[in-house]
């Protein structure tokens, strides 16, 4: 049988006793379990040759099943095994990535960085949500357990650990509260509007007049206009990548075509007369040196005439723009309280420190296009085309509440379809009589086919455009 114990103290004798000592005798651990295919040797000390005996066959048992998992390979702190196993083979979008790794050195190795894998348990799980309890919201915390739990799951299948107790029965992942997205009225939209500055203000139009993401707006330039067909182009964004500005593709790398309204048109047109677009040039998708040349040509810059820049003539940075024009023109339309004045930590001046406004921010005015578009009936599976979701479920999911007299019109349907049958039933010459008079034969009423499998191409040539013009 593969495996055996050797006893590194003592040799046996003629007498056929392990009496004689070794060289090793009473140095280092006494008793060596090897042997075992694919299975590391394991040293015991004196006086615990019953549990090398126990480790042997428990050992062999799970080798023969492909089964085994040594203890010691879950030895490795939380943070070596994130830092030199899994993080090196993480891929995907550069500044998604950027995101992962604050979060994880943050809400997770902060906390359990220094606990090997081995002693990550149940109790240290409950322990971690607790202390996440006080410092992030719940949103927060359950992308961190998603996180842990992926990480966790990489070391079950390295044979680090032999379960993921992130799976145990007793313990539910973080629950993130449902809260609906809200519309902005038209005056408040006008209001904040007027408090930005003169150049910044197109920003308001293309986000409300047709549903653009912060960096999409900010990333617009001046081919993505059709006047002439009405349509916005959304084929790229302006976002931060370490700290440094980089065109991509919109989020979920999806460019696509939003129905342009006339109002919206000519404030463009205003916007464009006053404020010509500057050519800006930024790095694709990724600003770190290509190592290759795939890289080099992926990440060749590209240059736009962007219809926003900053003073400078360079693109604008999303984060520093909410600080310094869009919380302040929040403040001044009367949507979030005045700022603190605050010293500066070099003891010099003051800075301006304004409250949350994570519900305030430049995604309201995309809710409120959702909502227009919808209170008007527009087919979500349209809506859910220009806001660039993946699918309609997401449109439904995040602004199905936006949609009026759901159920009345369900209601006037049902009558309506009830009222056929009962028409259709009294002009039969066999219609029975009394309460059992209501006979409905739904292959005999009229059919009204609905498809609503309509091509991408039929929605971007609908004339949709009038439902903003009210806000815009």
């Known amino acids: 049988m593969a495996g055996y114990i050797e006893d590194r103290w003592f040799r046996k004798g003629p007498d056929g006793k392990r009496t004689i000592p070794t060289e090793r005798n009473g140095k280092g651990q006494r008793y060596k379990v090897a042997g075992i295919p694919g299975v590391r040797a394991r040293s015991f000390p004196d006086k615990q040759k019953k549990a090398a005996e126990a480790w042997l066959a428990k050992a062999i048992s799970d080798s023969n099943k492909g089964e085994f998992i040594d203890p010691r390979d879950g030895n490795i702190l939380l943070r070596d095994y994130v830092e030199q196993h899994w993080w090196p083979s ?194 694709w998708k990724d600003p770190q040196p290509p190592r290759t040349k795939v890289e080099e040509k992926e990440r060749a810059p590209q240059t736009h005439r962007l219809l926003v820049v900053n003073r400078n003539g360079s693109a604008v940075r999303a984060n520093m723009w909410n600080e310094d024009h869009w919380k302040r023109a929040l403040a001044a339309a009367g949507v979030i309280p005045q700022p603190k004045r605050v010293p500066r930590n070099s003891g010099v001046g003051y800075r301006l420190v304004y409250g949350a406004t994570h519900e305030m921010g430049f995604h309201s005015l995309r809710h409120t296009y959702a909502s227009v578009q919808l209170d008007s009936r527009e087919n979500p599976v349209a809506v859910s085309k220009w806001l660039g979701h993946a699918d309609a479920s997401i449109t439904l999911r995040v602004y199905g509440h936006f949609m009026p007299e759901a159920d009345g019109r369900g209601r006037e349907a049902m009558d309506a379809w009830f009222a056929e049958g009962d028409q259709a039933a009294a002009s039969s010459p066999a219609a029975p009589q009394g309460p059992a008079a209501v006979v409905l034969e739904v292959d005999s009423l009229p059919r009204q086919d609905v498809d609503l499998r309509q091509s991408e191409e039929s929605f971007t040539h609908l004339d949709l455009r009038e439902s903003v013009d009210a806000l815009t």
């Open 90 to 283: 993480r891929t995907g979008d550069p500044a998604t990535l950027q995101t992962v790794g604050h979060r994880i050195r943050g809400q997770i190795l902060r906390h359990m960085g220094g606990v090997p894998l081995r002693l990550i348990k149940v109790e240290t799980l409950r322990v971690w949500l607790k202390q996440l309890e006080g410092e992030v919201s719940p949103g927060t915390a359950a992308v961190a357990w998603g996180y842990l739990n992926n990480i966790l799951e990489c070391a079950v299948d390295d044979d680090r650990i032999p379960k993921n107790p992130c799976r145990a029965p007793t313990i539910k992942a973080p629950s993130v509260p449902r809260s609906k997205a809200r519309a902005w009225t038209r005056a408040r939209v006008v209001a904040v509007r007027a408090e930005l500055p003169e150049n910044y203000r197109v920003l308001v139009d293309v986000g409300v007049g047709a549903g653009l993401r912060q960096g999409e707006a900010l990333g617009l330039s001046e081919d993505d206009i059709d006047m002439e067909g009405g349509f916005l182009h959304v084929r790229r964004q302006v976002r931060s990548v370490g700290g440094k500005l980089v065109f991509s593709l919109p989020k979920g790398n999806k460019t696509r075509v939003v129905p342009m309204s006339d109002r919206l048109a000519d404030l463009l047109a205003q916007h464009l007369a006053q404020f010509p677009a500057r050519p800006v040039t930024l790095p």
